[in-house]
């Protein structure tokens, strides 16, 4: 990790991807998160509440085409749509609003274990922390490969790392691969039973199927 400064002459803090994967397992090690199997799910409401000692509004009133919010202060505040709260806590609500909910609240969490050292530093002026906000559009969850704020983007490579850690997606993505037969990766996307395994490694990590696919094609399982 390094600061660098951006074109408007804003500091940004780049990450190698494997720093990312690195700097989020670490995280989930030190919190006693990583799931034994056979359970794969990780407990994100525990990371953030309690590792990251975050306060957390699951209830928030936010617009309608913002999911959450990272507000950088003494104590970080995440904030997640009520309307998303309530979809996913509703009976029977299907595996994608789950998954959306919690690559919400593990997106704000990536927010605060990437970007903390550059928002939280005290202001020159004033010797408070800086209480910006990081406010993320439903587009960065709809199409995550297509924002161009480097923020979101670090954030979505760790939500990934948070909800799926790369050595145990890849144990369980090996596993389903072996289920079609000797395969050797990466596979073309164009394969129809790729939908299956994405949906398997969904409903093993819950998260979304669109999440699930992305993380086979960012580690090399599809080409």
């Known amino acids: ?16 991807a494997d720093e990312i994967e690195q700097l989020c397992y670490s995280a989930l090690f030190t ?8 359970r794969c799910d990780i407990d994100i409401e525990a990371f953030v509440e309690k590792h990251l ?18 507000e ?3 104590i970080p505040l995440i904030a997640v749509s009520r309307s998303l ?13 789950v998954g959306r909910w919690r690559a919400t ?11 903390g050292a550059l928002y939280g530093a005290p202001s020159a002026e004033t010797g408070l922390p800086h209480r910006r906000p990081i406010r993320c559009p439903r587009a960065t969850f709809e199409y995550p490969t297509a924002s161009r704020d480097w923020r979101e983007v670090q954030a979505n490579m760790g939500m990934a790392s948070l909800l799926m850690p790369r050595e145990l997606f890849d144990r369980e993505a090996a596993s389903a691969m072996r289920t079609r037969g000797p395969i050797l990766p990466p596979v073309s996307a164009s394969e129809p039973w790729l ?3 994405a949906g398997t490694l969904a409903s093993r990590f819950k998260v979304s199927k669109q999440a699930s696919r992305i993380r086979l094609e960012t580690m090399g399982y599809i080409g």
């Open 1 to 16: 990790m390094r600061l660098i400064a951006g074109a408007d002459g804003r500091r940004r803090i780049w990450y190698r």
């Open 31 to 38: 919190a006693g998160l990583i799931p034994e199997l056979p």
């Open 53 to 70: 000692g975050a306060d957390v509004d699951y209830g928030a009133n936010t617009p309608d085409d913002v999911l959450g919010y990272t």
């Open 72 to 74: 950088f202060r003494e």
């Open 85 to 97: 709260t309530d979809a996913a806590t509703a009976i029977d609500p299907g595996p994608g609003i």
């Open 105 to 115: 609240i593990a997106h704000e969490a990536a927010h605060v274990l990437l970007h």
């Open 195 to 197: 939908d299956i395994v």
